[in-house]
């Protein structure tokens, strides 16, 4: 094969295989890392938590004093938007130290598939998965981080505190 081919393959494998190694995310327990095929890093965004959030009670979740339930949030995100939102959820997804944050998705029994889950960045501790967190931090829309991570909503520079840890 002539080099002018090889080369560019090369390049392109690389390529592939850093953007593959890029969407793997340690997680904060025991269960296997979600690794999309290039199809689906190609189609869709950031993988949201699907089989370990089913195993997740989320009944009983009060809404925050003075706060929004995950729904609201979504339901309101325009008026929301660049403001501060609260939020009393359990953590259903858990990753350190991406970009230098610690990246949560926190769910409360509200809304339906594609506004029940929400998105939260922290400098903060990093709380396990079950945990029943109050966040408190600003509201962004259609934030792009660049290989596919895509989030029309998201809670950023949050500070996240503990109420109750997972059974």
Request: with cysteine; hydrophobic share 40%; glycine share 8%.
């Amino acid at each position: 094969m002539s080099r002018f081919l090889t080369r560019p393959m090369l390049v392109v494998a690389l390529i592939l295989s850093v953007a593959a190694c890029s969407q793997e995310e340690p997680t904060a327990t025991a269960a296997a890392p979600e690794t999309p095929d290039a199809s689906q890093m190609a189609s869709s965004p950031h993988p949201k938590p699907t089989e370990g959030a089913a195993n997740i009670d989320l009944s009983g979740i009060v809404k925050a004093e003075g706060g929004q339930t995950v729904a609201e949030v979504f339901a309101a995100r325009d008026q929301l938007e660049g403001k501060t939102v609260v939020v009393r959820a359990k953590v259903v997804k858990a990753n350190a130290n991406i970009m230098d944050k610690n990246w949560l998705h926190v769910r409360d029994g509200s809304g339906e598939d594609g506004t029940n889950d929400l998105t939260v960045t922290t400098t903060g501790v990093l709380p396990e998965v079950g945990d029943t967190v109050v966040v408190t931090g600003a509201l962004g829309l259609n934030r792009d981080f660049g290989m596919n991570y895509q989030y029309p909503v998201i809670v950023e520079d949050a500070q996240v505190a503990v109420e109750a840890t997972a059974e």
